[in-house]
């Protein structure tokens, strides 16, 4: 079944904390980045409280420049256009939260307990559920837009997804034995996202890492840690209230990392 987007915009018009930041929704049947629509229309003046859906997209990007795999009808490709009230330093605060709010969403409409992989990998046991990615672009004339990309794998089986993805990536579908209303989700979805943006607008961002903390997945694992500079192994310790995971080294000193990509090791009985 194919999105019902006059569904969403009824409910986001309906429900006054989520009309406080989502104005207006639109669905494209095929797009090449839901991200890059939102950043094109950000740069032509559009005012924020836009979501951007799409049933499908050619160029779906992921963190750290990877791809998106984004086949059509069965999943859920969301991008946010905000112009935020806070500086630019507290943008990057929107993922974690954004994560969260997925992971609200998720839970309220299906039951399932998906965790996050720092830094915002949506993940069931140990597969790919879902991430996001951040971008900010150029202003149009108003304040710093900021885009939230949200994908999540919803109705695919199996079979559907590459080669490449099948051992590490999962669907709410494979998690749950049941396909999805993908509108009853993305409704789901938008609240549980607006309502922690709500926090961090409230100046409440220590209850968003408070929370996050609970649902990180990472934290107590023996992990790898690539950066664009090394690849180093640690235990995760801590994140900090701007984000930061701190890894415990063998020498029990310990370092901070902002941006980077995180694989969980096995224990093999030495700390
Ligand atoms: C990641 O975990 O690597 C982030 C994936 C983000 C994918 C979403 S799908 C909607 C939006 N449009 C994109 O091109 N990317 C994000």
Redesign the pocket.
Known sequence: MSIDVDKITNFCRAHSAVRDIIHEVLLFDQVK???KIALEMASDGMPEGLAILAES?TG????LD?E?Y?PSGKNI???FLLRPSLQMRAYPLFSPAAALGLVNGIQAFTGLDVGIKWPN?LMILDKKVG???LETGSSGGQSTPLVI???INVNLDEGDFPKALQDTSTSLKIASGNALDRTGLIMALIQGVTAQIHQLEDDESVAVFDAVREKCMTLGKKVRVSTTRQVFEGRAMSIEDDGALVIRLGDQSERRILIGDITHLRETGKA
């Open positions: 980045s839901t991200n997209q779906g990007k992921g963190r990877r998106w984004s490709y969301l991008s990998d991430g996001i990615l990309g949200m994908g």
